[in-house]
Structure formats: C-alpha cells, structure tokens
C-alpha cells in the first residue's frame, strides 16, 4: 500500500495549501481545491521529545515535529530514525508510512517523518 | 442589552475531591447561592461548564443532574456547555447574554470537572482529544506536545530562556501558597527546579523544552458564579462585580496551518473585543489571570492580550512587575499551575478570583486597591478564547 503513496495537499485558488482538506479556505473563503503533491522531502519547523505519551503508543518517548515542505505546505507528525533523538530546527525529514498508534483498539496508519541529517 | 454584575461566588479546594462530581457542583453552587442571598431561591436559568465527565466521569447532561440536586427544577432551565478548556468562561458568557437580553433576571454558572477519577494517560488523552483527529490526534499530539513546540519557537526568535519559564512556575506556585483553595501548596525554588544538579530528578522533562514544573496540575475543582442584573445587583450583594466586557476570539484547531505559529490571534480578537465592549484601555487594569496551563504561555499571553510588546513579557517577570505587589501582578491565585487546571472549572474559577479580589476578600494574595480585573480563558490550543473585564461598579 504504502510504496507508491504520496503524502497529497489541496491548494486553494489564493494560493495557501491545507494539509489534511478543509471545507473553505480561512483566508479567501473559497472551496476548489487542486490535489498537489507535497514533497519527498521537507524541513522540521519545531519539534519536542515527548515522554507523557497518550494512550494507544508501545513506547514511552516519542518524537513530534511540524515540517514545511518546499511549497511553503506544512504537516504535523511523528519524527523517527536513528536520527530523530538529535534532530534540529532545520533538519531534512523524508514522509514514510507506517503505524502511528492505536485508538480504540485499532492500529491507525498514516505518514510519520523519518529524520535525514 | 442592558448591563450585568456577578452578586455571588463558592469555590471548593481544588486537588483530590473525595466526593463525586455530582456534590463537588452542589458545594459550590450553594456557596454562590448563599453569598447572593439565594439560599432559598432558584436561578431562572443554570449553565455547568465541564469537558470530560463523558469521558472520564461516565456522566453526561450534567447541567440537569445539577437541578435536580439542588431542587432547582421547573421553570429553570439548564445548559451543560462544553467548549474544551475555555467552557468556564464561555459558560458565563452565554449566562451574562442571557441575563442581558432580559430572557432571565438570574443566572447560576458552574464550572466542574472531575479529573483525578482517571489515570495520567488517560487524562492526558482525553484532553488532547481536542485537537484535530486526522491531523493532530492520530499522531499523538497532546496539549504539552503543542504548547512545547511553541515554546521552542518562541524562546528561540525571542531569546526566552529556561530560567524565564521556571520564574513563572516559581512565582505562581508562591502566590498558591497565599490560596486556600490552590491545589498545589508547594514552595520551589530556582534551584531545585533548574540549577542544581538534582534538579533533573526533581524536574524532569515532559515534552522538551518544557519540564514538570512548567505544566499546570491534572486537579479536580468546581467554582461557581450568580450573575443577575446590574440595576438590581445591590439587592443581592452589597459589593456587585460588573462585568465590563466579554470577548472571543477564533483561530484554526490545526496549528501548523496557522500562518505565523506565534501569533496567539485569537487572545489578541478577544481581548480586543472585551476591551472595546468595557471602554476601557490595558493601563486601566489592576490584575489579570491569564491561562498558564504551561508556563509558557502566561508569557506570552501577557503579548498577545496587549499588555507588553511581543518578546518583552519574560523581561517584565523578570523585573517583578508581574508580582503581588508588582505594577501588574498575573496569576495572585497561583494561576492555572498552583490551583489547578479541572478544565471546565478554569474560566468560572479565574472570575470567582477576580470577583474575591474586586470585593477585597482576596485574604494574603490581595491586590491593593483593586478595582479592575481581567482575564483569559484559553481553549483548545489558542484556536477558542474568552477574555472576560470585571469592575467595580
């Protein structure tokens, strides 16, 4: 399933791209929107290391960062690797699929950040 | 709309209730109900503020259990509002429109929340069930999760440093101290929290850059008000609180799609919006609670609400005006860390502060000559906000 997925924004007539879908656009109230890829790459805005983990996680740290793609979209998610305990402000993360947590019972899937440099 | 006061107030020590959710809203409500001399009667109308009983609690519709215990049933009516952690205060909005528009001559506000029932992991889950679910939630963001990546965005453009967040931890756990009903009665100091080696042990980190210290309590609390009109307030209570002016403020649940993530935009809408309401200007205030559900974000609300420029609001703790006893003092109660943080109790509970320290019943923790007071009730991560101005009238 995940080999050939690409992580998708939608990009409003204004121009701004939301990562995941709204309804209407906050800024221009618009509701077209284009599917655009996001990147195989993007750059770690902030992050934190965090131990009081939530319900649902195998571990008792983990890592989240929001990233900035080149074409300015941005996402939040789980930064992993052997490099994500030394990752930075600025760092290279590359989208890779795999199991976030579980609700309810059930393994959730969707896009984590695997920590380049 | 014609204008309302706040005639009467109860809290309860918040910390680990004993009883249940059901008696926690009873002691409080009966307390406000006596200081408005209204043992004996009912309100035309009854809000309770809470975000978890659902969930944590196995209770819902909790406004009606309210009446019920308290007798109060027939032509009151009764809302539950739920409305993350800024219910309290949105609570108190919608009782002070109602009261205003004329629909009801008395209100009974209530703000609840029962947290200590369930375990660390579970409140923290349930509390960040606020966040978006397909883009937030699902990867494990919690509210410190959020409120630490603030933190490092804004220590770094702003050159905040740990010593600055562990002030405000300090500081408000002081002013705790000078609360009866403050959950934390805990004298700390800078270097058991950050400077002494031992400090690691004793204040570890949760979600870096922020530690321990830098979080609010997971605390059971109620706190409860009796809002009536300003033209009759006197009959009810010989020092009325008049609420000035009320004001929210909207930003988008996803942060990351916020357009500067530093912009605290919604505290800035809604205080803007009380304070245009209230005809009355920031130097005009004599305290302020704001929401230090992280350590963090006392500071930076002190920014974003307007009363110190962006990047000065660590330098104006650092040089004491901050303080009881300083130019603007925020948090006398202990704020959000020493009291405690029962979500849906927070708004209600900050104005019950301002309402004891506008009557001058503010024990140890009163601010001299306090005449005007206000407030932020901060909601999901920043994207729900209340500001709230009380006065003397």
């Keep these: 399933m995940a080999a050939d997925k690409k992580m998708t924004g939608y990009r409003c007539k204004c121009g701004i791209i939301y990562y995941p879908h709204v309804a209407r656009c906050a800024e221009c109230k618009g509701s077209v929107f284009e599917q655009v890829p996001l990147g195989d790459e993007a750059k770690v805005l902030t992050f934190t290391h965090l131990s009081s983990v939530p319900t649902g996680f195998d571990y008792y740290l983990i890592t989240l960062g929001v990233v900035e793609f080149p074409n300015g979209a941005r996402a939040t998610g789980q930064l992993i690797g052997e490099k994500a305990s030394k990752v930075r402000i600025g760092s290279r993360v590359r989208p890779s699929w795999g199991k976030l947590r579980e609700i309810g019972g059930f393994d959730q899937f969707g896009w984590r950040f695997e920590v380049l440099d | 709309m ?17 009883g249940s959710l059901d008696d926690m809203m009873v002691e409080v409500a009966t307390k406000a109900l006596a200081d408005a001399k209204m043992s004996e009667k009912d309100a035309d109308t009854v809000y309770v503020a809470n975000m978890g009983a659902g969930a944590i609690n196995r209770q819902t519709a909790i406004a ?4 019920d215990r308290l007798g109060m049933v027939g032509n009151t009516s009764a809302v539950s509002v739920e409305n993350g952690p800024a219910s309290g205060a949105n609570a108190v909005k919608l ?23 369930a375990e660390g992991s579970i409140v923290t889950d349930f509390v960040a069930m606020m966040t978006r679910p397909d883009a937030e939630y699902i990867h494990g963001v919690t509210l410190p999760s959020h409120a630490a990546m603030f933190a490092r ?26 609360n009866p009903y403050a959950h934390i009665q805990q004298k700390i ?26 979080m609010c309590p997971v605390s059971d609390g109620a706190a409860a008000a009796v809002i009536v009109p300003l033209e009759d307030a006197k009959k009810y209570n010989d020092t009325p609180v008049k609420i000035a002016g009320m004001g929210q403020g909207t930003d988008l649940q996803t942060v990351h799609q916020r357009k500067d993530p530093l912009d605290l935009k919604a505290v800035r809408i ?16 004599d305290l302020l609670e704001l929401h230090d559900a992280f350590t963090i974000l006392e500071i930076a609300e002190s920014e ?17 005006i901050t ?48 005449e005007k007071g206000f407030a932020i009730n901060f909601g999901g991560f920043g994207n729900n906000v209340v500001a709230t101005i009380l006065t003397r009238p």
Excluded at chain 2, 2 to 14: D, E, L, S, T, W
Excluded at chain 2, 189 to 214: F, H, Q, S
């Design chain 2, 153 to 178: 965005l804004h220590m770094a453009k702003y050159n905040v440093e740990p010593r600055h967040l562990a002030m405000v931890a300090i500081k408000n756990q002081n002013n705790g101290l000078l």
């Design chain 2, 2 to 18: 014609r204008p309302v006061a706040i005639v009467g107030v109860g809290m309860c020590k918040f910390g680990k209730y004993k």
């Design chain 2, 189 to 214: 100091t800078m270097e058991g929290i950050l400077t002494l080696p031992e400090a690691k042990m004793n204040n570890p980190y949760v979600a870096e850059p922020l530690r321990l210290y830098d």
């Design chain 2, 64 to 67: 009606s259990a309210l009446i």
């Design chain 2, 270 to 285: 809604a205080s803007d919006n009380a304070f245009k309401m209230a005809k009355l200007e920031r130097k005009d205030m």
């Design chain 2, 323 to 370: 303080e009881i006893g300083g130019k603007l003092p925020i948090n006398a109660s202990g704020g959000l860390k020493a009291r405690g943080h029962p979500v849906g109790a927070t708004g209600v509970a900050q104005l019950a502060e301002l309402t004891f320290q506008l009557r001058g019943e503010a024990g140890k923790r009163q601010i001299a000559k306090a």
């Design chain 2, 304 to 320: 974003a609400a307007g009363f110190f420029k962006p990047g000065t609001g660590h330098k104006a703790l650092e040089e004491g």
């Design chain 2, 95 to 117: 009782a002070a429109m109602e009261v205003a528009s004329g629909f009801a001559n008395s209100a009974l506000v209530v703000g609840a929340e029962k947290m200590r029932a």
